[in-house]
Protein backbone atom coordinates (compact mmCIF):
# COMPACT_ATOMS: atom_id res chain seq x y z
CA UNK A 1 0.00 0.00 0.00
CA UNK A 2 3.08 2.67 -0.07
CA UNK A 3 2.57 5.20 -2.71
CA UNK A 4 5.32 7.79 -2.18
CA UNK A 5 8.52 7.39 -4.56
CA UNK A 6 12.07 6.61 -3.68
CA UNK A 7 14.87 7.17 -5.54
CA UNK A 8 14.62 4.57 -8.04
CA UNK A 9 12.46 5.91 -11.69
CA UNK A 10 11.10 1.91 -11.67
CA UNK A 11 9.91 2.07 -7.78
CA UNK A 12 8.22 5.22 -8.22
CA UNK A 13 6.22 3.41 -11.34
CA UNK A 14 5.25 0.84 -9.32
CA UNK A 15 4.10 3.40 -6.56
CA UNK A 16 2.08 4.93 -8.87
CA UNK A 17 0.56 1.87 -9.87
CA UNK A 18 -0.11 0.68 -6.31
CA UNK A 19 -2.24 4.12 -6.05
CA UNK A 20 -4.42 4.14 -8.68
CA UNK A 21 -4.46 -0.36 -7.94
CA UNK A 22 -5.82 1.17 -4.23
CA UNK A 23 -7.65 3.86 -5.57
CA UNK A 24 -9.61 1.79 -8.02
CA UNK A 25 -10.57 -0.76 -5.03
CA UNK A 26 -11.88 2.12 -2.45
CA UNK A 27 -14.26 3.28 -5.57
CA UNK A 28 -15.44 -0.16 -6.58
CA UNK A 29 -16.94 -0.76 -3.35
CA UNK A 30 -16.10 -0.14 0.42
CA UNK A 31 -13.36 -2.07 2.01
CA UNK A 32 -13.23 -5.22 3.18
CA UNK A 33 -11.24 -6.61 6.59
CA UNK A 34 -8.42 -7.68 4.74
CA UNK A 35 -7.94 -4.11 3.14
CA UNK A 36 -8.58 -2.51 6.34
CA UNK A 37 -6.22 -4.18 8.18
CA UNK A 38 -3.90 -3.62 5.61
CA UNK A 39 -4.41 0.16 6.65
CA UNK A 40 -4.14 -0.32 10.16
CA UNK A 41 -0.02 -1.68 9.89
CA UNK A 42 0.16 1.02 6.44
CA UNK A 43 3.36 3.67 6.75
CA UNK A 44 2.01 7.13 7.66
CA UNK A 45 5.15 9.07 6.96
CA UNK A 46 7.14 9.15 3.19
CA UNK A 47 11.00 8.95 3.21
CA UNK A 48 11.38 12.66 2.21
CA UNK A 49 9.47 14.35 4.91
CA UNK A 50 7.34 17.04 3.01
CA UNK A 51 6.46 15.22 0.28
CA UNK A 52 3.24 16.93 -1.48
CA UNK A 53 1.21 13.89 -0.72
CA UNK A 54 2.11 12.98 3.24
CA UNK A 55 -0.40 14.70 4.92
CA UNK A 56 -3.27 13.51 2.49
CA UNK A 57 -2.10 9.82 2.78
CA UNK A 58 -1.96 10.21 6.77
CA UNK A 59 -5.35 11.69 6.99
CA UNK A 60 -7.03 8.55 4.57
CA UNK A 61 -4.67 6.10 7.09
CA UNK A 62 -6.11 7.85 10.06
CA UNK A 63 -9.91 7.91 8.39
CA UNK A 64 -9.71 3.95 7.67
CA UNK A 65 -8.03 3.37 11.64
CA UNK A 66 -11.05 5.16 13.22
CA UNK A 67 -14.15 3.41 11.28
CA UNK A 68 -15.14 0.05 10.89
CA UNK A 69 -16.66 -2.37 8.16
CA UNK A 70 -20.23 -2.44 9.40
CA UNK A 71 -19.52 2.02 9.20
CA UNK A 72 -17.83 1.82 6.17
CA UNK A 73 -20.11 -0.39 4.34
CA UNK A 74 -23.78 1.89 5.00
CA UNK A 75 -21.33 4.98 4.14
CA UNK A 76 -20.80 3.51 0.79
CA UNK A 77 -24.15 2.52 0.29
CA UNK A 78 -25.50 5.56 0.98
CA UNK A 79 -23.24 7.93 -0.81
CA UNK A 80 -23.25 5.68 -3.93
CA UNK A 81 -25.14 2.72 -3.99
CA UNK A 82 -29.27 1.77 -3.49
CA UNK A 83 -31.49 1.27 -6.45
CA UNK A 84 -32.19 4.27 -8.83
CA UNK A 85 -30.30 7.93 -8.79
CA UNK A 86 -27.28 7.85 -6.35
CA UNK A 87 -26.86 10.62 -4.08
CA UNK A 88 -23.12 10.95 -5.54
CA UNK A 89 -22.44 9.73 -9.24
CA UNK A 90 -18.72 7.87 -10.30
CA UNK A 91 -19.00 8.26 -13.74
CA UNK A 92 -17.74 10.46 -16.17
CA UNK A 93 -20.05 10.76 -17.91
CA UNK A 94 -22.54 12.67 -15.43
CA UNK A 95 -19.85 15.33 -15.02
CA UNK A 96 -18.86 15.77 -18.60
CA UNK A 97 -22.49 16.00 -20.27
CA UNK A 98 -24.91 15.14 -17.48
CA UNK A 99 -26.10 12.66 -18.98
CA UNK A 100 -25.11 8.69 -18.32
CA UNK A 101 -24.16 6.32 -21.32
CA UNK A 102 -23.50 9.20 -23.44
CA UNK A 103 -21.09 10.67 -25.71
CA UNK A 104 -17.91 10.62 -23.63
CA UNK A 105 -18.73 7.12 -22.73
CA UNK A 106 -18.89 6.09 -26.61
CA UNK A 107 -15.54 7.98 -27.20
CA UNK A 108 -14.14 5.54 -23.87
CA UNK A 109 -14.94 2.19 -25.27
CA UNK A 110 -13.29 3.40 -28.60
CA UNK A 111 -10.19 4.45 -26.74
CA UNK A 112 -10.43 1.30 -25.01
CA UNK A 113 -11.17 -0.95 -28.00
CA UNK A 114 -7.62 0.76 -29.70
CA UNK A 115 -5.78 -0.41 -26.53
CA UNK A 116 -7.02 -3.86 -25.95
CA UNK A 117 -9.15 -3.83 -23.32
CA UNK A 118 -13.00 -4.30 -22.47
CA UNK A 119 -14.72 -4.43 -19.38
CA UNK A 120 -14.94 -7.39 -17.53
CA UNK A 121 -18.58 -9.24 -17.84
CA UNK A 122 -18.60 -9.23 -13.87
CA UNK A 123 -18.25 -6.02 -13.46
CA UNK A 124 -22.18 -4.18 -13.51
CA UNK A 125 -20.64 -0.70 -13.87
CA UNK A 126 -19.59 1.15 -17.50
CA UNK A 127 -16.26 1.85 -18.03
CA UNK A 128 -16.55 5.30 -17.47
CA UNK A 129 -17.07 4.42 -13.45
CA UNK A 130 -13.71 5.79 -11.90
CA UNK A 131 -12.54 2.49 -10.34
CA UNK A 132 -12.70 1.40 -14.25
CA UNK A 133 -10.80 4.43 -15.01
CA UNK A 134 -8.04 3.74 -12.54
CA UNK A 135 -7.59 0.10 -12.66
CA UNK A 136 -6.79 1.43 -16.57
CA UNK A 137 -4.13 4.34 -15.73
CA UNK A 138 -3.07 0.98 -13.32
CA UNK A 139 -2.56 -0.98 -15.95
CA UNK A 140 -0.87 1.38 -18.48
CA UNK A 141 2.07 2.25 -15.94
CA UNK A 142 2.51 -1.83 -15.05
CA UNK A 143 1.71 -3.41 -18.14
CA UNK A 144 4.76 -5.51 -19.99
CA UNK A 145 3.66 -4.04 -23.22
CA UNK A 146 5.84 -1.20 -24.11
CA UNK A 147 3.49 -0.13 -26.86
CA UNK A 148 0.87 0.61 -23.95
CA UNK A 149 2.51 0.83 -20.98
CA UNK A 150 4.32 4.59 -21.71
CA UNK A 151 3.97 7.79 -20.30
CA UNK A 152 2.39 9.81 -23.12
CA UNK A 153 -0.51 7.09 -23.50
CA UNK A 154 -0.73 7.56 -19.93
CA UNK A 155 -0.79 11.58 -20.37
CA UNK A 156 -3.33 11.35 -22.85
CA UNK A 157 -5.62 8.78 -21.49
CA UNK A 158 -5.42 10.63 -18.23
CA UNK A 159 -6.24 13.74 -19.47
CA UNK A 160 -9.23 13.34 -21.64
CA UNK A 161 -10.90 10.29 -19.63
CA UNK A 162 -10.18 11.51 -15.97
CA UNK A 163 -8.50 14.83 -15.43
CA UNK A 164 -10.99 17.06 -16.65
CA UNK A 165 -14.01 15.60 -14.51
CA UNK A 166 -12.41 14.29 -11.44
CA UNK A 167 -12.18 17.43 -8.90
CA UNK A 168 -16.35 17.95 -9.65
CA UNK A 169 -16.34 14.20 -8.37
CA UNK A 170 -14.40 14.70 -5.49
CA UNK A 171 -16.23 18.21 -4.68
CA UNK A 172 -19.65 16.24 -5.11
CA UNK A 173 -18.37 13.84 -2.59
CA UNK A 174 -16.85 15.66 -0.22
CA UNK A 175 -19.70 18.44 0.24
CA UNK A 176 -22.06 15.42 1.10
CA UNK A 177 -22.98 15.40 4.45
CA UNK A 178 -22.98 11.50 4.64
CA UNK A 179 -19.29 11.47 3.84
CA UNK A 180 -17.09 11.07 6.16
CA UNK A 181 -14.11 8.07 5.36
CA UNK A 182 -14.91 8.99 1.54
CA UNK A 183 -14.46 12.52 1.56
CA UNK A 184 -10.73 11.93 2.99
CA UNK A 185 -10.63 9.55 0.19
CA UNK A 186 -11.82 12.21 -2.23
CA UNK A 187 -9.16 14.78 -0.94
CA UNK A 188 -6.38 11.93 -1.51
CA UNK A 189 -7.56 11.56 -4.69
CA UNK A 190 -7.95 14.82 -5.51
CA UNK A 191 -4.07 15.82 -4.35
CA UNK A 192 -2.81 12.64 -6.05
CA UNK A 193 -4.84 13.73 -9.25
CA UNK A 194 -2.65 17.10 -8.90
CA UNK A 195 0.26 15.39 -8.31
CA UNK A 196 -0.26 13.07 -12.13
CA UNK A 197 -1.21 16.25 -13.97
CA UNK A 198 2.02 18.16 -12.64
CA UNK A 199 3.99 15.43 -13.46
CA UNK A 200 2.27 14.77 -17.21
CA UNK A 201 2.79 18.78 -17.79
CA UNK A 202 6.50 18.02 -17.45
CA UNK A 203 6.81 15.79 -20.19
CA UNK A 204 6.29 18.99 -22.66
Known amino acids: MSFVPTSSALDEEVARAEVYGLLARLWYAAPDAELLQAFAVAPTEAPAPGAFLEEPWRQLVGAARGTDLPALRAEYDALFGG ?90 VQQHPSARFYAVLASFTRAFAEVEAQGFDMLD
Open 83 to 172: IGKPEVYLFGSHYLSGFLNDKPLAQLRGELARLGLARDDAMSESEDHVAFLCEVMRYLIASDDVAVAHLARQREFFSVHLQPWLPAMCDA
